[in-house]
């Protein structure tokens, strides 16, 4: 008879997750599947459920505990002393394969389950000895899978009361180099994205979000979850924003949701999603935790940002969007890591649809969105070009006359540039769908260049070229000066124009023109 060796259980533990927080994610996986029993059983109504994660840096402890159901103490030992053996359905419950609670047997020196069930006076315990497991992983022994297990699990009970009903996981002696377990702000940081929790109130597109779902008839799994009694919450925002020094400041705007079904040909729903449309500034920076279009099973987040870049155009394209893409079909199978879906049809299915959207709306949306912008920059060059000529016609003066025959060209060129620009604006408004995507990126950038005042002041500025006689330059008020004089400050002056910075030439120009008084 066959037997199952020890490694398999070195695999199911230190080796399976790349990041040790995902250890929160299976446990509140665990504990939400069981609120949602709670509450189908009565123990819990709507909205009572809730998940406490407490961290002790000192103690190096971690406490992760449900109000749901419990475990029965006839069940206990089999519920959760069995491996890889669960009573889960696979496309109902958030996990399923009975592996993810050994995943804190990798990160502690004991990991200890405490439960009770409603209405029992008794508490169901079990320890494991997860130091020694790992010290017999490495014995050169051929120890089973069975004979490690047997080694390290405890089972006690205690009493209880009946009233109370809960599931504790609780790992004890952290080990130092996973000490990022112990950092509530980084666990904070892991868990705003990936687990099923309500989003922020400041995200008042929200509504839309929840709006479409029903439509759709399709529920978004939330529950209340805390890290030392402070409530996490997905932190999506209209605000997109960028390091400015030491601050950060507003840059661009979600303006309003974009939503997609992805079906099949017979028309069966297997994900739909919901995008940000903003000006697309530029890729959404990094201190926007939010960036990049996350895929969900069960309003659980899969892998991270970056899972779907692979499905653009470029990759880069995956950084101009806020989103999520939530899995409907139940052939939609979060792989072991749940890091993606398995391999199937449907997951090719999955990806040719999401391909083609990337593909034919999405990578269009900021490219048209950069040719709109630059389309009213070129009228706003035209007017600082025309406003520049006028006042060194007013004020300032002429540095010669090759400077003003120098303005005056460019001025003809950002004209004719401006006029194209509005062509092509005028072409888009006319050819928008009422509505789309892009008519309402447009809008928005639009409404930042105040496209209708910009369009008027870019068609009536007109600019009239003085005679000769009437022509300021710098050199006219240096009256002291004699001609030949002149021509030197002015030479000086074309140099000082050519070689340095326009704001630094203006001021050592005003400079010389003080003392030259």
């Given at each position: ?5 020890k ?5 199911l533990?230190?080796?399976m ?10 446990y ?5 599947d ?18 406490d ?25 089999g ?8 009573n ?39 320890t ?20 490690i ?37 980084k ?44 409530q ?5 925002t209209?605000?997109?924003k ?12 979600i ?16 994900a739909?999603?919901w ?10 920076p ?18 991270n940002d970056?899972?779907?870049q ?69 009228q ?15 004020e ?20 004719k ?31 930042k ?53 326009k ?13 030259m008084r």
């Amino acid at each position: 008879m066959a037997t199952v060796g020890k490694n398999i259980l070195d695999n199911l533990t230190t080796g399976m997750y790349s990041d040790s927080k995902v250890i929160f994610r299976e446990y509140i996986q665990n504990a939400c599947d069981q609120i949602d029993l709670a509450i189908m059983l009565g123990i819990l109504s709507p909205g009572e459920g809730g998940v406490d994660i407490f961290t002790d840096v000192k103690k190096r402890y971690i406490s992760i505990k449900d109000n749901a159901t419990g475990v029965k103490a006839e069940d206990f030992i089999g519920d959760v002393g069995d491996i890889a053996n669960s009573n889960k359905e696979i496309g109902k419950n958030k996990g399923f394969r009975g592996i993810g609670r050994l995943c804190g047997l990798a990160y502690c020196k004991t990991l200890k389950f405490t439960t009770s069930y409603l209405g029992e006076n008794v508490k169901s315990i079990m320890t494991c000895d997860a130091q020694k497991m790992r010290t017999m992983l490495v014995e050169n022994k051929k120890y089973t899978l069975d004979e490690i297990w047997d080694a390290i699990i405890t089972y006690s009970t205690d009493k209880e009361n009946p009233e109370e009903h809960y599931f504790e996981v609780e790992m004890l002696e952290i080990n130092k180099e996973n000490t990022d377990l112990l950092n509530e702000k980084k666990v904070r940081e892991y868990l705003i994205f990936v687990i099923p929790v309500l989003y922020r109130n400041p995200f008042i597109l929200r509504s839309h979000i929840y709006t479409y779902a029903k439509k759709l008839g399709y529920k978004i799994d939330e529950y209340c979850v805390r890290v030392n009694g402070f409530q996490i919450f997905k932190e999506y925002t209209t605000k997109l924003k960028e390091q400015s020094g030491a601050i950060l400041k507003n840059y661009d705007e979600i303006s309003r949701l974009e939503f997609k079904d992805f079906r099949t040909t017979d028309g069966e729903l297997i994900a739909w999603m919901w995008v940000g449309l903003s000006r697309f500034e530029k890729q959404i920076p990094k201190v926007n935790a939010m960036r990049g279009l996350r895929v969900r099973s069960s309003n659980i987040q899969l892998g991270n940002d970056d899972t779907l870049q692979d499905l653009f155009k470029e990759n880069r394209g995956n950084y101009y969007f806020v989103g999520e893409v939530f899995a409907v079909s139940k052939n939609l199978i979060p792989n072991s890591q749940r890091d993606y879906f398995n391999g199937n049809e449907t997951r090719v299915l999955f990806e040719d649809l999401l391909r083609e959207y990337f593909f034919d709306v999405l990578h269009k949306l900021y490219y048209e969105a950069n040719r709109v912008k630059n389309d009213y920059k070129r009228q706003q060059e035209y007017l600082e070009k025309v406003s520049e000529y006028k006042k060194k016609e007013k004020e300032q003066g002429f540095v010669n006359e090759e400077e003003r025959q120098q303005l005056q060209f460019d001025i003809d060129k950002a004209k004719k540039n401006a006029e194209e620009a509005r062509k092509r604006l005028d072409k888009l408004e006319t050819g928008d769908i009422t509505d789309s995507p892009l008519s309402e990126v447009r809008k928005s950038i639009g409404r930042k260049y105040g496209a209708e005042k910009l369009k008027k002041e870019a068609e009536q500025i007109t600019i009239t070229i003085e005679d000769d006689k009437k022509k300021t330059y710098v050199t006219s008020g240096m009256s002291k000066l004699s001609r030949s004089e002149r021509k030197i400050v002015s030479k000086i002056l074309s140099i000082v124009t050519e070689i340095a910075p326009k704001d630094i030439a203006e001021q050592i120009i005003e400079k010389i023109k003080e003392e030259m008084r």
